[in-house]
């Protein structure tokens, strides 16, 4: 299985900080990809990066990825309210999620 | 484009009853997941399936539980003799239609999903 693993768990933070949230896989990967989920809602794809990048920007959003150490982060800059939610990695095409991590950002 | 559909959004099942779920997929995909998610967990790996071909159901339990994906009409997943412990939100995601050498990404799209209580 090549399930990504994330850390922290939880994640508590103020509005306007940054939020770092890391993921960790086992194997050779071609590409990872971020998902957000709002409170028992679905997953949101919100992005992705190839194995041959190592960093992509969206918006407020940065993703690194260090395929020596396979590993992967996530970084929401100026957070929001609206940024509470869970995130999560999934890793090639397996696509098997962890446990996540749970991003609080209070106002 | 209405997305992915899941119905029943809610459904009480009391112990014993079968639960089926059903999951329609964006137009144009023919690949389904399923996942099982508990109260603050993470989303736990079912099946994944295509069109009336089963591809990976190593997630699902050895009993009880099973999947389909027919040529016409949504997935199902389908719960017999339900127990407490089924009890949980199940979350269905499609892909596009991927050919076999594709090497890119498998995005998915997922639905609002289904939440099984039981009685």
């Known amino acids: 299985s090549q399930q990504g693993e994330e850390d922290p768990q939880a994640l508590s933070i103020q509005e306007g900080e940054n939020a770092t949230m890391n993921c960790s896989y086992k194997t050779s990967i071609n590409n990872l990809q971020w998902y957000r989920q709002n409170s028992g809602r679905g997953l949101v794809h919100l992005i992705l990066i190839r194995s041959n990048e190592r960093e992509k920007h969206s918006g407020r959003l940065r993703v690194t990825l260090d395929t020596s150490k396979k590993s992967s982060s996530l970084l929401i800059t100026a957070s929001r309210a609206a940024d509470t939610a869970s995130y999560f990695c999934a890793s090639g095409n397996d696509m098997r999620f962890g446990a996540g991590t749970r991003l609080t950002v209070k106002p | 484009n209405a997305g992915v559909m899941q119905n029943p959004r809610h459904l009480v099942r009391r112990r014993g009853q079968e639960a089926r779920l059903r999951c329609s997929p964006m137009k144009g995909h023919s690949h389904v997941y399923w996942y099982r998610q508990l109260p603050e967990e993470g989303l736990k790996f079912m099946v994944y399936?295509?069109?009336?071909?089963?591809?990976?159901e190593s997630g699902m339990p050895k009993e009880r539980f099973s999947a389909e994906f027919p040529k016409e009409g949504p997935s199902i997943l389908r719960i017999q003799q339900v127990v407490r412990g089924d009890s949980a939100a199940y979350f269905c995601?499609?892909?596009?239609?991927?050919?076999?050498?594709?090497?890119?990404?498998?995005?998915?799209?997922f639905g609002a999903g289904s939440r099984l209580t039981v009685l």
């Open positions: 399936l295509q069109k009336e071909n089963i591809i990976d």
């Open positions: 995601a499609s892909s596009p239609n991927l050919p076999a050498s594709f090497s890119g990404a498998n995005v998915l799209t």
